[in-house]
């Protein structure tokens, strides 16, 4: 199933504050056009990198631009097609931030 982005304008605003990502946000979103996901292992297909966050969250973390920005996105499957929420964009860095204070599985910024 074709992959629907929720709020792309979500990670163009980031990418526009954060000039040095732009490129690999665009290479992200170029390999999601193309996506086909029926079920949550098929997002490993596309985006080999992904980890999937455990608890019945349905998130997955994106590496993105060589690991340099990370994603959390929530996956659910439709009748015609998968969806994509995002929940979270940030660097590494602000990644491991939020790892360590477990927010992780329950952030939701946009």
Not at 31 to 39: G, I
Not at 92 to 106: I, N, P, R, T
């Amino acid at each position: 199933m074709k992959v629907h982005l929720i709020r792309k304008e979500t990670i163009r605003e980031y990418a526009h504050q954060n000039a040095q990502s732009r490129i690999s946000f665009e290479e992200w979103l170029a390999k999601l056009k193309y996506a086909n996901w029926e079920m949550p292992a098929d997002i490993w297909v596309s985006f080999p990198s992904a980890d999937f966050l455990g608890r019945g969250t349905s998130r997955v973390v994106f590496d993105i631009g060589g690991n340099k920005y990370r994603l959390i996105g929530k996956y659910a499957f439709g009748d015609k097609e998968a969806h994509l929420f995002i929940c979270w964009i940030g660097s590494h860095a602000e990644y491991d931030k939020l790892c360590h204070a477990g927010e992780q599985y329950s952030i939701y910024n946009y």
